[in-house]
């Protein structure tokens, strides 16, 4: 089994919800029960993925997902692809300068660098400071305003490098969007992140016309909680040599069968216009 790691960029808002209320939100997104960020369950875009593929090629669907219904001992066999769920690794933030920042902290970069197997030192911010490489768009008057915090800001070559690593992933041979990343991010404390991934999502109010009288029908309101447009997650996949009896194909005869680049649709609200995602596959975990 070889690791691998992928990327998720939404281009629209992402609701991976968890289908219960909790508090104000009655569709909050799906968090990790330890650190509370923001993540899409693996079982999600495995889903999306099968069906993905299965329009293209069924047979090697079948190889990599396993048999959708089981007859018989005969069609009992598991799916050569292992897919993990996607962690926060960048949020798109309002900032009074600039318009946005993608902003991470040092706790998901060390999560990450494992993953991707970059061996590069983690940046340390100091308290109510942003990291940022030279010609950062988001500062203004000494500072960098994120929704109403304001922090100090410090160039880094450390934050730097990180915004070209990802930025070479996320936006691959487009030089000028690459530059405009560049420019745009931020390396905070882990503790000023971690309160924005809990207040700065997108968070929208829904209401359900009465077709009878055109108003909104009696009780129909309620909020629903997104990763805004612009989030990037990452996780990892694995691929085993196949298990299907008919084609004993190896991981890495199966690894051509995973696309490079693909646009998926992600999680629910499908019909009003959420989870468009770019997919990204490749990179030794």
């Given at each position: ?7 998720l ?6 609701h991976c ?14 968090r990790?029960?330890a650190t509370n ?11 999306v993925?099968?069906e993905?593929?299965t329009a293209?090629d ?6 990599l997902?396993g ?5 018989g001992?005969s069609?009992a066999?598991?799916g050569a692809l292992?897919?993990g ?5 960048l949020?798109?933030?309002?900032a009074?300068?600039?318009i946005?920042?993608y902003?991470t902290?040092?706790f ?5 660098a ?5 061996e590069e ?5 100091g308290?109510n400071?942003?990291l ?8 203004i008057d ?6 109403e915090?304001?922090?100090n ?10 915004a070209k690593?990802i930025?070479?992933t996320i ?18 404390p ?5 309160f924005?991934?809990?207040?700065a999502?997108?968070?929208r109010a829904?209401?359900?016309i009465?077709?009878n009288?055109?108003?909104v029908?009696k009780g ?10 612009e989030t990037?997650?990452?996780g990892?996949?694995a ?5 299907h009896k ?6 890495e ?9 693909a646009l998926?649709?992600l ?9 468009l995602v ?8």
């Amino acid at each position: 089994m070889n690791p691998k790691i992928y990327h998720l960029q939404a281009l629209s808002a992402l609701h991976c919800g968890i289908g219960q209320s909790a508090g104000v939100v009655d569709l909050p997104i799906a968090r990790d029960k330890a650190t509370n960020l923001p993540l899409v369950p693996g079982s999600s875009l495995r889903g999306v993925l099968r069906e993905e593929l299965t329009a293209e090629d069924e047979a090697s669907a079948k190889i990599l997902f396993g048999p959708k219904g089981i007859s018989g001992a005969s069609d009992a066999y598991a799916g050569a692809l292992a897919l993990g769920d996607a962690h926060l690794l960048l949020l798109p933030v309002r900032a009074l300068a600039g318009i946005m920042a993608y902003a991470t902290c040092p706790f998901i970069l060390q999560r990450y660098a494992k993953d991707a197997g970059v061996e590069e030192k983690i940046p340390q911010p100091g308290n109510n400071t942003a990291l940022c490489a030279a010609g950062n768009v988001n500062v203004i008057d000494n500072k960098v305003v994120l929704e109403e915090l304001d922090l100090n800001w410090q160039q880094s070559d450390g934050a730097a490098f990180w915004a070209k690593e990802i930025a070479s992933t996320i936006y691959a041979g487009d030089d000028d969007a690459q530059q405009d990343f560049t420019q745009r991010f931020l390396i905070l404390p882990d503790s000023v992140f971690a309160f924005l991934a809990d207040t700065a999502t997108e968070i929208r109010a829904r209401i359900a016309i009465d077709q009878n009288t055109g108003v909104v029908a009696k009780g129909a309101l309620w909020y629903e909680e997104n990763l805004p447009a612009e989030t990037v997650l990452w996780g990892i996949y694995a691929l085993s040599d196949s298990r299907h009896k008919g084609d004993k194909l190896s991981a890495e005869e199966l690894q051509p069968l995973i696309p490079a680049k693909a646009l998926l649709q992600l999680g629910g609200k499908a019909g009003v216009g959420r989870g468009l995602v770019n997919f990204f596959s490749g990179g030794a975990a």
